[in-house]
């Protein structure tokens, strides 16, 4: 079974160059005084309802009372202390965030979301804000399968409407079953009712090192490289202010501070200024 410390540093951070970043723009630029904080200026005052599904550990979950916590929730609260903004988290599930960004439910959405082009086509994207991945996750006693051809006429595992679920799709003769979420899926798998999840890497290693899912281990190498991104509407004018203040936010430190918090190394490596 992979470790989680050697698989993210190692493996995540190796094989897909750098899984954890440190900087959204490589800093591009020094980072404003709050007095004349470019994202303040623009967002100072507003409201902004964000919409996430809390059940995908570390990034969104709820805790002991409740409260949603996670690497997402802090990043979007940091983000919108320093636009001048008040953010207002809205659990929903997550093939319906982008429904709701369209219909103007909500503002925004940080939910662990890969930016693709096909969802590119309907909502924006902020710049990525974490670089990630997709894993294979087997049974413990399970050494057949280690690379997506080993899934061909296997039964599958997903969460419904992720990059995970399209992956699984595209293998041929296998069964695949949706979820609402991921630890779903995992704890499918765990029960011996599946031959194999297919799931974003962090947030596997976080559900089996947590001890949530017994008798899992994850397997191979990356299948993907990923971007995630915070989804907005169309032309959303609080773009540039979510930029301004993620990019403010690695620049000062914080950024790798809400990192170590949750995977507990310090962030490495540079993202790019865009996904595709």
């Known amino acids: 079974m992979i470790k989680r410390s050697q698989f993210i540093k190692n493996t995540v951070l190796g094989l897909s160059g750098a899984l954890l970043l440190a900087a959204c723009n490589g800093g591009d630029q020094p980072a404003a005084a709050p007095e004349a904080d470019g994202a303040a200026s623009s967002a100072a005052g507003d409201t902004w309802t964000v919409g996430t ?32 903004a008040t953010v207002e988290f809205q659990s929903l ?69 992720t990059t ?6 595209d293998i041929p003769g296998a069964e695949v079953s949706t979820f609402d979420s991921a630890p779903l ?10 031959d194999a999840v297919i799931n974003d890497a962090p947030v596997t290693l976080d ?14 190498e990356l299948l993907t490289e990923e ?11 609080n773009i540039e202010a979510i930029n301004t203040a993620l990019d403010e936010l690695i620049e000062d430190g914080t950024y790798a501070e809400i990192y170590e918090k949750w995977f507990g190394t310090e962030p490495e490596g540079e993202l790019p200024e865009s996904a595709l």
């Open 53 to 84: 599904e809390p059940a995908f550990p570390p990034f969104e979950s709820q805790g002991d009372g409740g409260e949603l916590v996670g690497f997402d929730i802090d990043l979007m609260e940091a983000i919108g202390e320093r636009a001048g």
């Open 93 to 161: 599930p997550f093939d319906g965030l982008i429904p709701s960004l369209q219909t103007g439910a909500i503002d925004a959405a940080i939910s662990g979301m890969t930016i693709t082009e096909e969802r590119e086509q309907t909502v924006d994207f902020s710049r990525p804000y974490f670089r990630a991945g997709l894993a294979i996750a087997v049974a413990e006693d399970d050494e057949a399968i280690k690379t997506l051809s080993d899934l061909e006429n296997k039964a599958i595992a997903v969460q419904i409407g």
């Open 164 to 169: 995970g679920a399209n992956q699984a799709a």
């Open 185 to 194: 899926a995992l704890q499918e798998l765990s029960n011996g009712n599946v």
């Open 207 to 220: 559900a089996i090192n947590s001890g949530n899912i017994p008798g899992v281990k994850v397997v191979g």
């Open 227 to 237: 971007y995630y991104g915070i989804a907005l509407p169309s032309d959303s004018p």
